[in-house]
């Protein structure tokens, strides 16, 4: 997914939502680690994929808090 169309996605999300998004790709990240230790992970860039998304979930929810105050 391009990352305008993935911060599209995201600005339509509540925070609870985005609190969601943001474990899961945590949880991904760790699993992608863990594959990539263990000389498991084929496509080593997914790793910087799910660390740039997980950055953008964080700048939405800090957008989404900043419109609520």
């Given at each position: 997914?391009k990352?305008k169309?993935?911060?599209?996605s995201l600005?339509?999300?509540?925070?609870?939502?985005?609190?969601d998004e943001l474990?899961?790709?945590?949880?991904?990240?760790f699993n992608?680690?863990f594959?990539?230790?263990?000389?498991q992970?084929?496509?080593?860039?997914?790793?910087?994929?799910?660390?740039?998304?997980?950055?953008?979930?964080q700048?939405?929810?800090?957008?989404?808090?900043?419109?609520?105050?």
């Open positions: 997914m990352s169309d993935f911060m599209n600005t339509g999300m509540s925070l609870a939502e985005l609190n474990v899961a790709a945590k949880k991904e990240l992608l680690r594959q990539n230790a263990t000389n992970l084929d496509n080593t860039s997914r790793i910087k994929e799910v660390r740039r998304n997980i950055a953008r979930i700048t939405a929810m800090t957008r989404e808090q900043k419109a609520v105050n």
